[in-house]
């Protein structure tokens, strides 16, 4: 049944499931893990970054977190190509509301915009949905720090914790046991370790395979900080 409804994203199937948006999903599934946990005090980042050969240099292949703007960091899961597109919108989109306003753009403003787009083809015929989810992480003056997570349907909401990516689902059963309220930054940096260490591929957890974004504020000014290794043990 699915073949006489999936040629292109403008029908609907019988049962009203678009089956180029699901496959899309599909995609990001096997995709690295990437985890965002919300703390009073920052926010977290934590992504798999997938080695598929030995001979990949590590410094050359696509990353798996950005920066969009001072205020403003994603983790990505899916296709990174698509991604790269996307990145460079935003980018763009913050960039114009800062010389348009004189103010770093609203952290919810911006995902917004980014989802119009993304909705914007799966209702056009001769586009694909772009195979890519976003964990967005920010901070502004309005609601302070916000994690939000995109799909490709264009959908988002706000999050206390969540992931993306292939381990997606295992990593929300730790988050909701272990997440809490009160965590601290470091707290939520080892929830983040362990999230990754219980859903990659492998068991070894090497600092190749592994990204960290920090977001920490003090006297309302944010920084971010993006390192490769950890000395956090579980």
């Known amino acids: 049944m699915a073949r006489r409804y999936d040629s292109r994203t403008t029908i609907f199937s ?11 999903m599909e995609a990001i599934s096997h995709a690295g893990t990437c985890v965002g946990i919300l703390t009073k ?26 920066k969009i703007d001072q205020h403003i960091a994603v983790a990505v899961a899916g296709i990174t190509s698509d991604a790269n597109i996307l990145v460079n919108y935003n ?8 010389y348009a306003y004189q103010n770093p753009t609203p952290v919810e403003d911006l995902v917004r915009s980014l989802c119009d787009l993304k909705q914007g083809y799966t209702q056009m015929g001769g586009l694909r949905p772009f195979g890519v989810s976003f964990l967005f992480a920010g901070w502004d003056e309005l609601y302070g720090f916000q994690l939000y997570q995109s799909d490709p349907s264009g959908n988002y909401g706000g999050y206390k914790a969540t992931a993306i990516g292939q381990g997606h ?20 940096s080892k929830l983040a370790l362990k999230v990754l260490s219980k859903t990659m591929d492998s068991t070894t957890l090497s600092h190749e395979k592994r ?24």
């Open 14 to 24: 019988p049962e009203g499931r678009l089956y180029q948006v699901e496959y899309a």
């Open 41 to 66: 005090h920052g926010i977290v980042l934590g992504a798999e970054k997938k080695v598929t050969s030995k001979l990949l240099e590590a410094t050359a292949t696509p990353e798996k977190m950005y």
């Open 91 to 98: 980018r763009l989109s913050a960039q114009r509301y800062l």
């Open 169 to 188: 689902q295992r990593a929300q059963g730790i988050l909701k046991t272990d997440w809490k309220e009160d965590l601290s930054l470091e707290d939520a």
């Open 211 to 234: 990204m960290y974004s920090n977001f920490t504020t003090f006297s309302r000014f944010l920084t971010l900080s993006v390192f490769f290794k950890s000395n956090l043990v579980i």
